[in-house]
């Protein structure tokens, strides 16, 4: 299994940006997918996580800013990102609760992470 990040850049303070993260493989379903973020010097923290139905959940300092969802039908989770701040640069990191293919186990896969850059 595979997970795939993509979306991030450069944006001044007040601007958007929407992450995508897609997985691929031998995937049966996916229960959980989340968004974790990790600035230089710091520990990595939890960002927002939305179920298989559709329930999602914020961090605190990202309520009213950050929207995520998913389409499951492309095993992708999005982070739509807007009213960035400077704080908000960080090394974007999805995670994803892969039911593997002909097995009832589940495992966490990371992807690689892309890097937000919000200048001031």
């Known amino acids: 299994v595979q997970l795939q990040a993509s979306g991030g850049g450069l944006v001044q303070a007040g601007g958007s940006l929407r992450l995508s993260c897609a997985a691929s493989?031998?995937?049966?379903?996916?229960?959980?997918m989340a968004w974790y973020r990790q600035a230089p010097g710091k520990q990595r923290e939890y960002v927002a996580i939305?179920?298989?139905?559709?329930?999602?959940n914020h961090a605190d300092f990202v309520k009213g800013r950050f929207t995520i969802s998913r389409d499951n039908a492309k095993n992708t989770v999005y982070l739509q990102m807007n009213s960035l701040k400077p704080e908000d640069t960080a090394v974007y990191y999805c995670?994803?609760?892969?039911?593997?293919?002909?097995?009832?186990?589940?495992?966490?896969?990371w992807g690689k992470g892309t890097q937000v850059t919000v200048s001031s």
């Open positions: 493989g031998s995937i049966s379903s996916i229960n959980v």
């Open positions: 939305v179920t298989g139905g559709g329930t999602t």
């Open positions: 995670n994803a609760r892969v039911v593997v293919r002909n097995t009832r186990d589940q495992y966490d896969f």
